[in-house]
């Protein structure tokens, strides 16, 4: 006889991935705290700048594969699919650092340290995939492990630069090994679970089908990082580095709060991928909750936000930055937009329109690039916090209405408007 479990297994696996986003957005707060204290805003803010340059890089080494793979992994013949994305993404980082090299002599004396971060990251990019292979075996407590104790071990070295106030590159040299230890270890774990070669070259015969879908996601994701990242190389170049300071300790509240439309994406990723389309009606009623889901998930985080900045602000920075405080209150904005967004990706994923999502990343970062270089220079930060909700808010809500109507739809019913 069968034991009725009194939560689905898929919760309970979720909960471990819950557990692992809440525990790492703990640990980035405190050391961005510690950081902030230590250092103050100029040197905080040079470091937000550096970690910045190096998401991009990982973002455009990223090549949109994620999403197609966890698909495709739902299918038949997992070994070929997974070997097919990792020979692209392992010809792409050769090429990168191919061009990387070309461009050495080209580069500035003084960013010569940052660009040679960046070479040392970029062979270490292949194996985030083996990340995406985890989850699609419901591996999630084995995943959450290993993030945990990697993310530990450099927590404790990072603590240790920063009570001996040791100079700053050794805390960019911890920023840029943390993704590369803990990839490695993923794989580790995935070849560990293999009794099959992880790699048979060559196998391209899916590259068309992979790179059709991929690249339009690829693109939109470059596009993201445009609208969210711009201001703050604005800011910097503009405004300078304790600008900058002042900025990112807002903003790194609002990314601690992240971890929770993260979890709610990944605990349902899997069920509306491979969520049948034969009944339409059904197909939308799901999405309607799942939004709804987002939504009241958003309203919370930001109502919370909103009461308590001044207090979260001086608690977690100090008195150096109070003005932080009414950038964070300006981003509760943007916040409820990323809760939409990502559930609205869900939505791109199940029903594969790639094309969506691209246009809507592209028109919204022309229009986050235009409003921060027509505003933020002159209007100081709060108008680089309203550029960035009004990005988000468009990214996730308004550009549905030009190019994915049907989720625009759902999206009006979730929020209860007929």
Request: proline share 3%; hydrophobic share 55%.
């Amino acid at each position: 006889m069968k034991i009725k479990l009194a939560f689905p297994i898929e919760n309970i696996r979720a909960s471990f991935l819950v557990a692992e986003k809440i525990y790492r957005s703990l640990i980035s707060i405190i050391l961005a705290s510690l950081i902030a204290r230590t250092y103050g805003p100029a040197e905080y803010g040079l470091l937000a700048f550096i970690t910045t340059n190096l998401a991009l890089a990982s973002i455009f080494l990223s090549l949109g594969l994620e999403g197609p793979l966890l698909r495709q992994l739902s299918l038949k013949d997992r070994i070929n699919h997974l070997n097919s994305f990792l020979e692209i993404k392992i010809a792409a980082c050769l090429f990168a650092t191919l061009i990387s090299l070309m461009c050495w002599p080209l580069i500035q004396p003084s960013e010569h340290f940052l660009y040679l971060l960046l070479l040392l990251y970029i062979p270490f990019t292949c194996l985030e995939l083996f990340e995406v292979e985890l989850l699609s075996n419901n591996q999630q407590m084995s995943l959450a492990k290993i993030k945990i104790f990697c993310c530990s071990f450099i927590a404790i070295v990072k603590a240790v630069i920063i009570f001996h106030q040791l100079p700053l590159n050794l805390l960019l040299i911890t920023y840029a090994a943390e993704p590369c230890i803990t990839n490695a270890c993923i794989f580790m774990l995935a070849k560990k679970n293999r009794n099959r070669k992880l790699i048979s070259l060559p196998f391209l015969s899916s590259f068309k089908s992979i790179i059709t879908e991929s690249m339009p996601l690829w693109v939109s994701a470059l596009g993201i990082a445009a609208y969210t990242r711009v201001d703050q190389i604005i800011i910097a170049r503009s405004l300078g580095e304790q600008q900058l300071g002042i900025y990112v300790a807002a903003t790194q509240i609002i990314s601690f709060f992240n971890f929770i439309p993260v979890a709610l994406y990944n605990s349902h990723a899997a069920s509306f991928l491979s969520l049948q389309k034969n009944n339409e009606k059904i197909s939308n009623e799901k999405f309607v909750a799942l939004f709804i889901k987002f939504n009241k998930a958003a309203l919370a985080s930001s109502i919370f936000i909103l009461l308590c900045a001044d207090s979260i602000i001086n608690l977690a920075y100090g008195e150096k930055f109070q003005a932080s405080a009414l950038i964070l209150k300006t981003l509760t904005i943007s916040n409820f937009f990323v809760f939409m967004g990502v559930a609205h990706s869900l939505w791109i994923l199940s029903n594969q329109k790639p094309l969506v999502r691209l246009y809507g990343t592209i028109a919204t970062a022309i229009l986050s690039i235009t409003l921060n270089l027509l505003l933020t220079p002159h209007f100081g930060l709060v108008s680089a916090a309203i550029v960035a909700s009004l990005a988000q808010s468009f990214a996730a809500f308004f550009a549905n209405y030009i190019w994915a109507k049907e989720s625009f739809i759902l999206q009006i019913k979730s929020l209860g408007i007929k």
